[in-house]
């Protein structure tokens, strides 16, 4: 695993494999990124013209090595591209995250690196600490040792000596953060042969116990004497019967109560309205929402956060048998509500319905659900960003700025109510599926139905952001990335630091 540490020390005198500076793209061309100036004079000020002659520009995602200057101590040294540069004033942190995680990923093998990129603030400190663990992730549990390259080992944070009391706690901060998301990413990464619901849910319930969390799980028998008719539906076709975990933190000092709802299908086939070969090959990620759920719950205990979060998983495995539900089926969902389920692919929905029912029933300020729900918000909204539906518009902005500020790119949605007539059902209360067009937004409304008015409820859809199925970029790894964890922790965050939006709302509640 890697670690993070600060020092105050020259980055020319330190002796590490690696030292890691920034460059920019300036007014005249490539510029040196503060933090870089110890290093520069070791080349006797011609670095900038060496970097250009290489064919740096200074664009977010460069990354060059270069032989050491013979008077540092270092191995060698690695520029990384920062953006455009900024003249007066700290660097963005999501820049910062970036351009750590760039370097993080061009440094994989090596043992010890010192990061001497513009750590000028305690902010700074902990966006580079956060993108250099996140950019180090690899996933190789299933390779066999010999083909795995270690992330890096040890990195050096250079930074100014203010502060470090400060600069020591956002490190601390930034890699329970970057742990924990990585931990999401493991779990979307795992296979469904080894991940299914009673997996996950053991997982949930010995990293709880480290970690003081209280975790209830509901097995195949409880639910079905519950009557949670829409996780047992969706999971009585798989030969791996389905679970309902709850995963809670509680503070003494909590004002707040956050709800967090995953959808955790450990392995999507579309069930009988099976899917065909080209959309079934990466369905593990289907359990992305619960993934993030359960890392951001973990991460709110570690960070000791005076809020009350409750994680619900709801963990089923959808596939086509004999005793899978079938298209035409009407399943009585938690609360009394029946469903006729037109098609067993829109599944998310109806396992996130029973656990919203189930949520609300503890009274939480808040309730934020999570899934990878339609391929019609991948459609809409490409590989990089989330949809955000609410029922409160306020609630949403607060989704939308935690998310900005956490450094996920995420875009509100409109939950039309005129579409709710395309699911209609002839013989239920609603049906799971209908009119194709706006899908993402369907399947959104088909959730509101299932929270109480005046609850305060965003439904996040990250069906394109949760796997990257092209090339790494930034601190962003091929497969599971762990969307939407860091706007669940900031949510967390936002609800320790302040009551739900008691900011805005202007006494609403
Ligand atoms: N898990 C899928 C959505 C999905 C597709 C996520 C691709 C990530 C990548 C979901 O269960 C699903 O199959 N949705 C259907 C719903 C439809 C049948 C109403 C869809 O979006 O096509
Ligand atoms: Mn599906
Ligand atoms: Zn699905």
Known sequence: MTTVSISTAPAAALRTDAVVIGVAKGPKGLALAPGAEDVALAYDGDLVELLRALGMTGAEGEALRLPAPASAKAGFV???????AVDDGPYDAEALRRAAGVAARALSGIDTAAVA??????????????????????????????????PVGELLVLTAPEGRTAAVAAVTRAEV???????????????????YPESFSAMVQSVGQTYGLQVEVLDETALADGSFGGIVGVGQGSASPPRLVRIAHTHPEARTHLAFVGK???????????????????????MSGAAAVFAAVVAAARLGLPVNVTGWLALAENMPSGSAVRPGDVLRMYGGRTVEVLN?????????????????????????????????MKMALGHRIFGVMSNDDAFRDCVLDAARRAGEEAWPMPLPAQLLTGLASQVADIANSGERMGGGLAAGLFLQEFVPTGL????????????????????????????????????AQ???????HAADAGGQR
Request: glycine share 10%; no cysteine; proline share 6%.
């Open 494 to 500: 936002d609800a320790a630091d302040r009551p739900p």
């Open 456 to 491: 305060p409820w965003a439904h996040l859809d990250i069906a394109g952001p949760a796997f990257n199925e092209g090339s790494p970029y930034g601190y962003t790894p091929r497969g599971g990335t762990g969307s939407a964890v860091r706007t669940l922790i900031a949510l």
């Open 344 to 376: 067993t692919d829109a599944e998310g929905r109806l396992v996130l319905a029973d656990a919203l029912v189930r949520a609300s029933e503890d009274t939480p300020d808040a309730i934020v659900d999570v899934a990878t729900l339609t391929a019609a």
């Open 78 to 84: 690695l520029a990384v591209g920062l953006g455009d």
């Open 177 to 195: 953060i970057g742990q924990e998301l990585n931990r999401a990413r493991d779990l979307v990464n795992m296979p469904g042969n080894d991940l």
């Open 117 to 150: 990129l513009p750590a000028l603030s305690v902010d700074a400190v902990e966006a580079l600490t956060l993108g250099s663990v996140l950019g180090a992730y690899a996933f190789s549990a299933y390779r066999a040792s010999a083909d795995r390259t270690a």
């Open 264 to 286: 955790g299908i450990t392995y999507d086939s579309g069930g009988i309205s099976l899917k065909p070969v080209g959309f079934n090959e990466i369905m593990k990620r289907d």
